[in-house]
Nanobody, 117 residues
Framework: QVQLVESGGGLVQAGGSLRLSCAISGRTVSSYAMGWLRQAPGKEREYIGHIIWSLGSTYYANSVKGRFTISRDSAKNMVYLQMNSLKPEDTAVYYC??????????WGQGTQVTVSS
């Protein structure tokens, strides 16, 4: 089983940047994709993007394309979400996930991101 722990959330002004980190432990994720999703209050969980661990190829939702970047550090067993040009509508709990998109199989506990206007 894969354990995932997110960190790096916080409060940021609109237009600012944040980098979220996800520490991976337990089972290897080399055969999986690592995804980021978010859930805003009163809304369904939204897919942001994912990275194919073995290839490093990335995919993004249109809502974040050009602003968010997913990367991974294989040596540290970490995956990152760099978020730039943040908007108030990006406010949500952000989750790291492992498995096969779009549903994935393992989830972290989430980290809160709040973007003030």
């Amino acid at each position: 089983q894969v354990q995932l722990v997110e960190s790096g959330g916080g409060l940021v002004q609109a237009g600012g940047s944040l980098r979220l980190s996800c520490a991976i432990s337990g089972r290897t994720v080399s055969s999986y994709a690592m995804g980021w999703l978010r859930q805003a209050p009163g809304k369904e969980r939204e897919y942001i993007g994912h990275i194919i661990w073995s290839l490093g190829s990335t995919y993004y939702a249109n809502s974040v394309k050009g602003r968010f970047t997913i990367s991974r550090d294989s040596a540290k067993n970490m995956v990152y979400l760099q978020m730039n040009s943040l908007k108030p509508e990006d406010t949500a709990v952000y989750y790291c996930a492992a498995g096969f998109p779009p549903n994935f199989g393992s989830w972290g506990q989430g980290t809160q991101v709040t973007v003030s206007s």
